[in-house]
C-alpha cells in the first residue's frame, strides 16, 4: 500500500513539475482547434539556423486537406536567445534553411530532389500587429507533393530584461484578406516575455 501511495505521490508531482515547464515554456496558447508541436533548437533538419531556444507551432486541424480553407494555415513562434534586430535578410535566410530542411527531410520520393524555397519579405511601416510581409514559393513534401505559393506575416517581440527575442510567424496560401487569417486570433500571443 505504502508502494502505491509514493507511486502515486511521485506521479503526481512529475506531472505539476511538467506542466509549470509546459507553462513557462508556452509561447502561445490555443484552444483544442489548433495542433501544438514543440522543436527545440538547434532545429536537426536546420542547423544552419545558429539560435538557442525553442520552436512552438500551431496548426489548423484541417492543415492538411487542400480542400478545405484552412489548407497550410498555421501558425509558430521562435522563443529564442537573442538581441539581434530582425531584418528582410536575416528573415528570408533563415526562413530558406528552415522550410529547405523540412521539406527535405520529409520527402518521400526515391531520387527526387526537392526544389529550394524562394522567399521574399518586405518590412511593413507603422502596423502594429505585423513587422513584416512576404511570400514563400516552397514545394509541399507533406501534402500536395507540388509547390505552392505562402502568405506569412511576421511580428518580432524582444524583452531588455531577458535578452530575448519571440518571432511570430503566421502562414497561409490564402490571400490577406481571407477569413482564415482572422481565425489565427484563436491562437492567443503572450506577447509580455519580460519577468516581472
Known amino acids: 500500500m505504502k508502494n502505491r501511495i509514493l507511486t502515486t505521490v ?3 508531482c512529475t506531472i505539476l513539475v511538467f506542466g509549470q515547464d509546459e507553462a513557462k515554456l508556452g509561447v502561445l ?15 536537426g533538419f536546420a542547423p544552419e539556423i545558429k539560435y538557442e531556444g525553442y520552436e512552438d ?7 492538411r486537406d487542400s480542400a478545405h480553407d484552412d489548407f497550410w494555415a498555421y501558425m509558430f513562434a521562435w522563443h529564442i536567445n537573442s538581441n539581434e534586430q530582425q531584418t528582410v ?15 527535405k527531410a520529409v520527402n518521400k520520393k526515391k531520387d527526387f530532389v526537392v526544389p529550394e524555397t524562394t522567399v521574399l519579405f518586405i518590412k511593413t511601416e507603422a502596423n502594429k500587429d505585423t513587422d513584416f510581409i512576404g511570400k514563400l514559393y516552397v514545394y509541399d513534401s507533406f501534402t500536395s ?16 530584461q531577458t535578452e ?18 482572422k481565425r489565427f486570433n484563436e491562437v492567443t500571443f503572450i506577447d509580455d516575455l519580460c519577468e516581472k
Open 10 to 12: 511521485l506521479l503526481l
Open 29 to 43: 496558447e490555443s484552444d483544442t482547434t489548433w495542433l501544438k508541436e514543440i522543436i527545440k533548437f538547434p532545429i
Open 57 to 63: 507551432l500551431r496548426f489548423a486541424k484541417k492543415w
Open 89 to 103: 535578410e536575416t528573415l528570408e535566410t533563415n526562413i530558406k534553411f528552415y522550410y529547405d530542411g523540412i521539406m
Open 145 to 160: 507533393e507540388a509547390m505552392m505559393t505562402l502568405n506569412v506575416r511576421v511580428k518580432s517581440y524582444y524583452c531588455i
Open 164 to 181: 530575448s527575442s519571440t518571432i511570430l510567424f503566421k502562414l497561409s496560401p490564402q490571400g490577406f484578406d481571407h477569413e482564415i487569417w
